[in-house]
């Protein structure tokens, strides 16, 4: 499988270490619900996680909570309450809408808050080796003892700092370094540490997190390409610093999601948390939407875009509905219909093996649902709808009951039962009652389809 790394800025064979994957992706800071452009990459890599342990991979994914940061401190502040409180809340919704997005629990949602005894052996670990330093209080790691800062983010020292909008510090060496401690402030939630009570900062949480739960190389890091600089510049100078090996394999940066072609924004009055999305158009339609694109790409939000997403799911589940009331036994009119299905199989991997191109395997599926309501044939149908489901499933699509099954059992029997005494009435010729059979069926949003095989009915949705 090739992936692009954004640290190589080449496309590279994807070879992890002994059949497992270790894999970290920047989770939330709990200080509000999760929006539709926190939740791309959330559903972009709980896909390729999937994929990957189809291929055969075990996997161990990570995906942090940052539950002590700047901005929860600010919204306790605002609504006069604790730190500790807006994090608990948010991360209990949090958990709640990765379910609503149809992602898989994380293998560890390793807290922030739980590792800062951890952080700081790290920093002082840091220290020890005279790449971190420490003023009243605050400790700053000292970007110019790592030769490789700024690699990660193809950033030229002068882009560095108009990036990081760094604040002038006089106590600072290089206006570059960045914080791995910060003292406490009165009110704020704080920990021990050899430099007094304070907090770690957030380059450091993460870090420290991948660290001890994934070893000293990760095979992937991934998250928004918003974090490339300064957060995962800032990681890697950190990782590679204190280990001297090479801290991650691939990373994964994922494209922005705008709205009509703006960044979105509470100011703007584009905002949209992922919940309500998910209310209105329904998990499956959600994620189809995030994966018809491209996941390097930038993402355009629209509710046009989101219609579409959901009459392209719409119209899977209806071809399911309809091809897996065909006995499985029923074989294909044409016996080359195995070969076609083989093939589209082949593509659709193949897609998905270069850069994990899932616009290109979701367009394979939907050929395959073409071709055989082309054909008409039961048979067809039939084996199509068992290659839906295969193909479906590491993406997080199409496992669900589909279109019938709201129907109910009794219904469907009915309805079978219909079909039934129409096929009797056209062979005794009463070709009047049978037609107005159809055209009854019809006003009742019932199609019927008549081919050599026999009558179907399908849904008309
Ligand atoms: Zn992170």
């Known amino acids: 499988m090739r992936l692009y790394n954004t640290l190589s800025k080449k496309l590279e064979e994807f070879v992890p270490g002994e059949k497992t994957v270790r894999m970290y992706v920047c989770g939330p800071t709990v200080y509000d619900l999760i929006h539709i452009g926190n939740a791309r990459p959330f559903i972009v890599f709980d896909a390729l996680r999937r994929y990957l342990e189809e291929q055969g991979f075990r996997m161990v994914y990570v995906q942090n909570v940052t539950d002590v940061d700047d901005k929860i401190i600010r919204r306790a502040q605002e609504e006069g309450k604790a730190a500790e409180e807006i994090a608990l809340f948010y991360t209990q919704e949090y958990f709640a809408d990765l379910a609503r997005l149809g992602v898989r629990p994380p293998t560890y ?54 990036g990081a909008r760094v604040e002038v510090d006089e106590r600072k060496r290089d206006p570059l370094d960045f914080a791995l401690w910060k003292q406490a402030k009165p009110g704020e939630p704080s920990w021990p540490s050899p430099w007094g009570p304070g907090r770690p900062g957030w380059h450091t949480e993460c870090v420290v997190m991948s660290l001890y739960l994934l070893g000293e190389t990760l095979d992937i890091h991934a998250g928004g390409n918003d974090l490339i600089f ?35 924004a509470k100011s703007l009055g584009n905002f949209y948390y992922a919940r309500d999305v998910v209310k209105l158009f329904g998990t499956e339609a959600v994620r ?16 046009e875009a989101m219609e579409e997403a959901k009459s392209a799911v719409a119209r899977v589940y209806n071809f399911l509905a309809e091809a897996e009331r065909i006995p499985a036994e029923v074989n294909p009119a044409d016996p080359e219909f195995p070969q076609f299905l083989a093939k589209e199989k082949e593509r659709f991997h193949a897609e998905l093996q270069d850069d994990f191109n899932t616009p290109g395997g979701l367009a394979v599926i939907q050929e395959i649902i073409g071709e055989a309501y082309r054909r008409n044939d039961p048979g067809a149908m039939r084996q199509a ?51 107005m059979i159809r055209e009854k069926l019809g006003k009742l949003g019932v199609e019927l389809r008549d081919s050599p095989e026999g009558t179907r009915w399908v849904l008309r949705t």
């Open 288 to 303: 189809y939407f995030y994966l018809s694109r491209h996941w390097r790409k930038p993402l355009d939000f629209s509710f």
């Open 109 to 162: 949602s390793p807290f922030a808050t739980v590792f800062v005894p951890k952080m700081v052996e790290f920093v002082e670990a840091l220290i020890k080796k005279g790449h971190a330093y420490v003023v009243d209080g605050d400790v700053y790691f000292s970007v110019r003892t790592y030769p490789g800062y700024g690699e990660l983010s193809g950033r030229s020292a002068e882009e560095q700092l108009a």
């Open 230 to 264: 300064p957060h995962h510049e800032n990681e890697r100078a950190q990782a590679e610093s204190l280990t001297g090996k090479t801290f991650v394999r691939i990373w994964l940066h994922n494209g922005m999601l705008t709205v009509r072609g703006e960044k979105m």
């Open 385 to 435: 709808a068992q290659v839906v489901r295969e193909l479906g499933r590491p993406l997080g699509l199409f496992q669900g009951e589909g279109a019938s099954a709201e129907l109910g059992k009794l219904s469907e029997e009915l309805l079978d039962l219909v079909v039934e005494l129409r096929t009797i009435l056209r062979k005794e010729k009463n070709f009047a009652l049978a037609d």
